[in-house]
């Protein structure tokens, strides 16, 4: 599917979702870590055909991962990700960076299956912290199940592609709609503030009653200082290698954190899940669901709707089949001993 959408997207387009920050070292590293991990199945288990729902995310292990600018990649943007998500009962998280308004996306989610889990709905730390509580309550209105806050975003990444294609905006008639102004019409620009501490997240607690998330954690200590303020959860992920370059691939991350957090509250990685038995060996360390960042984007890229179904189809069918030949019958009986060494 990358392919595919590689050969369709203008370069500077491409570039912007396939690329990293500086050399791109954690970027390759999120993928080829996966490739080091192997995994030795049982066998005679007796398991049957595995079952997938997986508490709290959706009807399997795997979230849509908030990306930026959807309509970059398809006309409908995030309205496409937001039926192919409601199709398959897997949670979207919604960027605060998204190209269609949260009240749009919600309705287009409902028009397929008003049942389906709720999008969640991602935040960075802004500095105006009335401008934020209106966003929050904003976003409550239109219906989203939780807030993912991202956290490792202090400054912006230094992305050289982006910087060699001068792609340091977006092009004509696309915005961040969830950064309109109701009254003026006029869009903001998201801030990265470098001065936001925990008291943002004790804020935002305060703010709203949703579930609260944490996103980008890398450190054991912060796995626990975002269970003493309240997380709902953490997701393990240096941002796709975008942000901090020399990071560790976010699977080689996520043991430490999930001994850390010792299963007081879910644990979610992304970075460089691609196939099924990503996703199996992801579990085994730890994760109750991964998150799926590029392979979204590559889907919309090449049939909108309809391609992210694709991908979420194949990773379906991947990971039950991952599954099935590892002798174990629910994402959560995975365990570190199917993973060699
Ligand atoms: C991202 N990511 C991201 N994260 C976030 O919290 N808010 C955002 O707006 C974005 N935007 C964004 C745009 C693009 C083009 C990419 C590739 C990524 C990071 C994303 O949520 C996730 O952490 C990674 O994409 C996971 O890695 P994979 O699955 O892309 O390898």
């Not at 709707?305 to 990971?319: F, K, N, Q, S, Y």
């Amino acid at each position: 599917m990358e392919a595919a959408a590689r050969e369709l997207l203008p370069p500077p387009v491409y570039d912007f979702f396939a690329g990293g920050a500086d050399d791109e070292n954690t970027l390759r590293d999120n993928v080829s870590a996966f490739d080091r991990l192997r995994l030795v199945p049982r066998v005679l288990c007796g398991a049957g055909r595995p079952d997938l729902p997986t508490p709290p995310v959706g009807a399997m292990p795997v979230v849509l991962a908030p990306t930026a600018f959807h309509r970059l990649a398809h006309e409908d943007g995030e309205r496409a990700t937001a039926r192919a998500a409601s199709a398959a009962g897997v949670v979207m998280v919604v960027s605060m960076a998204a190209t269609v308004a949260v009240e749009e996306v919600l309705d287009a989610h409902r028009g397929v299956d008003p049942d389906a889990p709720a999008p969640w709905f991602q935040l960075y730390p802004q500095p105006d912290k009335a401008f934020m509580e209106r966003l929050v309550k904003r976003v409550e209105a239109a219906g989203c199940g939780a807030f993912v806050l991202s956290v490792d975003s202090p400054v912006f990444g230094h992305r050289r592609r982006d910087v060699r294609n001068g792609f340091l905006d977006l092009p004509e008639g696309l915005h961040c709609e969830n950064l309109r102004d109701p009254d003026t019409g006029a869009v903001r620009t998201i801030a990265f503030d470098p001065r936001s501490g925990w008291d943002c997240v004790r804020r935002l607690r305060e703010t709203t009653p949703l579930p609260l998330w944490l996103k980008g954690i890398a450190h054991p200590d912060d796995a626990r200082l975002a269970v003493r303020h309240g997380a709902a959860g953490i997701v393990v992920s240096n941002h796709g290698g975008r942000q901090l370059d020399g990071m560790p691939a976010a699977i080689d991350l996520l043991p430490s954190i999930v001994d850390a957090v010792g299963g007081r509250i879910p644990v979610l990685m992304d970075g460089g899940v691609r196939r099924g038995t990503d996703v199996v060996k992801a579990l085994a360390l730890g994760a109750t669901a991964v998150g799926v960042g590029r392979p979204v984007l590559w889907g919309l890229a090449t049939a909108g709707e309809a391609g992210v179904t694709r991908m979420l189809d194949l990773l379906r069918a991947e990971i039950s089949r991952a599954l099935a030949l590892c002798g174990v019958a629910r994402p959560s009986d995975l365990t570190r001993s199917v993973l060699c060494g």
